[in-house]
T-cell receptor, first 118, second 112 residues
Framework: GAVVSQHPSWVICKSGTSVKIECRSLDFQATTMFWYRQFPKQSLMLMAT?????????EQGVEKDKFLINHASLTLSTLTVTSAHPEDSSFYIC??????????????FGDGTRLSIL | ELKVEQNPLFLSMQEGKNYTIYCNYS?????LYWYRQDPGKSLESLFVLLSNGAVKQEGRLMASLDTKARLSTLHITAAVHDLSATYFCAVNPTGTASKLTFGTGTRLQVTL
């Protein structure tokens, strides 16, 4: 089945640093990838939709300059949290859409990245 | 604004009991999905409901969809401890390709 790999799975860093998270589709080409953020005991909130070769579409309230998304190839999207602060600590999950897949699986989810900013 | 609400938010139940989780959504959608999330983990797909009246069953879980009422249910039969997790429904609004909006989540705790 379709596999999405997310890396790293856990990162701890100091306040003010930038952190990059990678999302790869391993056995299919993903023209569209999605980035979600999940705070403890809360639901998944869509941050942005990443389209290969074009600018990402951000959801209302998500800072474009803080959460940089790059989808340079059909199998890789990256999310960079710039100048991260403790309030950015969260669980970030990516997903990818397989355009040749069925509607049974609109998105294939990565394993998530736990980001802790000290 | 699309709202997807689940009820209850938290459920503690004894093994062997039955219960139903409800998912209400506020916009037109022909597709609804149920996911399971274990602590610290990502999402596991449980059910895909693609039409009005759809019913799917897997083990002790059964999901149904009523698109006219904009309601989906996840019924748990004779709960076991291994079912303890957080359950999310997600809606794919009509005309939004594969974009998903997730429900508030229901944290299920099955006690011995």
């Amino acid at each position: 089945g379709a596999v999405v790999s997310q890396h790293p799975s856990w990162v701890i860093c100091k306040s003010g640093t930038s952190v990059k998270i990678e999302c790869r589709s391993l056995d299919f080409q993903a023209t569209t990838m999605f980035w979600y953020r999940q705070f403890p005991k809360q639901s998944l909130m869509l941050m942005a939709t990443s389209n290969e070769g074009s600018k990402a579409t951000y959801e209302q309230g998500v800072e474009k300059d803080k959460f940089l998304i790059n989808h340079a190839s059909l199998t890789l999207s990256t999310l960079t949290v710039t100048s991260a602060h403790p309030e950015d600590s969260s669980f970030y999950i990516c997903s990818a859409r397989d355009p040749k897949g069925s509607s049974n699986q609109p998105q294939h989810f990565g394993d998530g990245t736990r980001l802790s900013i000290l | 604004e699309l709202k997807v609400e689940q009820n209850p938010l938290f459920l503690s139940m004894q093994e062997g009991k039955n219960y139903t989780i409800y998912c209400n959504y506020s916009t037109t959608s022909d597709r609804l999905y149920w996911y399971r999330q274990d602590p610290g983990k990502s999402l596991e797909s449980l059910f895909v409901l693609l039409s009005n009246g759809a019913v799917k069953q897997e083990g002790r879980l059964m999901a149904s969809l009523d698109t006219k009422a904009r309601l989906s249910t996840l019924h748990i039969t004779a709960a076991v401890h291994d079912l303890s997790a957080t359950y999310f429904c997600a809606v794919n609004p009509t005309g939004t390709a594969s974009k998903l909006t997730f429900g508030t989540g229901t944290r299920l705790q099955v006690t011995l």
